[in-house]
């Protein structure tokens, strides 16, 4: 895992060298997303309800965690 962020419920959000984005209940993986089309997410950050991720494919991508976790 390259980084790590959480929100206000306890959900953790890491960022793989994998370009996805792994969703974590305690030490229990609820999910994964495939947001960087190549390369390491070096970058996420959770703030009121939105997940911002930046990675190596030089996109910054937003997912609305309250929903269906779509990439904005």
């Known amino acids: 895992?390259?980084?790590?962020?959480a929100d206000d419920q306890?959900?953790?959000?890491?960022?793989g060298a994998n370009g996805l984005i792994h969703i974590?209940?305690?030490?229990?993986?609820?999910?994964?997303?495939?947001?960087?089309?190549?390369?390491f997410v070096g970058s996420i950050n959770w703030v009121l309800g939105k997940l911002y991720s930046g990675g190596k494919d030089g996109k910054i991508n937003v997912i609305d965690?309250?929903?269906d976790n779509a990439v904005l």
């Open 1 to 5: 895992m390259a980084c790590i962020t």
């Open 10 to 15: 306890g959900t953790a959000y890491s960022g």
């Open 65 to 67: 965690t309250a929903g």
């Open 24 to 39: 974590w209940n305690g030490r229990t993986l609820k999910k994964t997303l495939e947001v960087h089309s190549k390369g």
